[in-house]
């Protein structure tokens, strides 16, 4: 089956504690992205892959780390995490173009 | 700077037709694309315009007018599962290779 998979799905963790959300997609996608979802403002971009070594600035890339060394893999990092960054986190992936984006679950992460 | 504007609510009942309207303010625009997403869940796409006009897919259509910077979704036939959050986004292709989402317009059908 088609799919983009995060995990955890869940995670409370304190200020300071680094952690990190995996994701991974079995569909040989060249694009990768991370996006935090708040209430009122959507779906806003955080850092996104057009291939294996290639990643890039979004809209909202401070206090986030990303990595691309696999083609299926795009693990977001999150060094210090602080309480403003609380928030449902998506992954996705595409092909090259674009057009249709698949999300994986979401991770709902609280920081306390 | 990049911005894009569609309505935070709209109401309508089942087995009527609503459009969803968007207008962007963007650099290096690429195409529209609509998502929706029902409560908990993720986005799943809808549908994607690049070039002017109407794309049709089963109840749904998204419209595209490059010279308005305008867009629309059009959902017919509502059905009560049609209660969601429609997204319209924008993929800039510039410098960068972005995709900007809106904030969402809240869809209630009412029986």
């Known amino acids: 089956e088609a799919q983009v998979t995060q995990n955890p799905r869940y995670l409370i963790t304190v200020t300071g504690k680094k952690l990190t959300v995996t994701c991974s997609q079995n569909m040989n996608h060249e694009y990768m992205s991370w996006y935090r979802q708040d209430p009122g403002l959507g779906l806003r971009q955080i850092y996104y892959?057009?291939?294996?070594?290639?990643?890039d600035k979004g809209d909202v890339p401070e206090g986030y780390k990303v990595s691309r060394k696999e083609k299926r893999n795009f693990p977001l990092i999150l060094e210090s995490p602080s309480p403003n960054q609380t928030s449902l986190y998506f992954c996705a992936s595409s092909t090259w173009g674009q057009e249709t984006q698949y999300f994986g679950p979401g991770t709902r992460l609280l920081v306390l | 700077g990049q911005s894009l504007e569609q309505p935070s609510e709209v109401t309508a009942v089942e087995g009527a037709i609503v459009q969803i309207n968007c207008t962007y303010q963007t650099s290096g625009f690429y195409g529209l694309s609509w998502y929706q997403q029902h409560d908990g869940g993720a986005p799943t796409f809808l549908s994607y315009?690049?070039?002017?006009g109407l794309e049709e897919t089963g109840r749904f259509s998204s419209f595209l007018s490059r010279s308005d910077s305008y867009g629309y979704l059009l959902l017919q036939e509502l059905q009560m599962k049609d209660s969601a959050s429609y997204f319209c986004?924008?993929?800039?292709?510039?410098?960068?290779?972005?995709?900007?989402f809106g904030s969402g317009t809240r869809l209630l059908v009412r029986p």
């Open positions: 986004a924008v993929s800039e292709m510039d410098s960068s290779y972005k995709l900007i």
């Open positions: 315009n690049a070039l002017d």
């Open positions: 892959s057009m291939n294996v070594e290639v990643t």
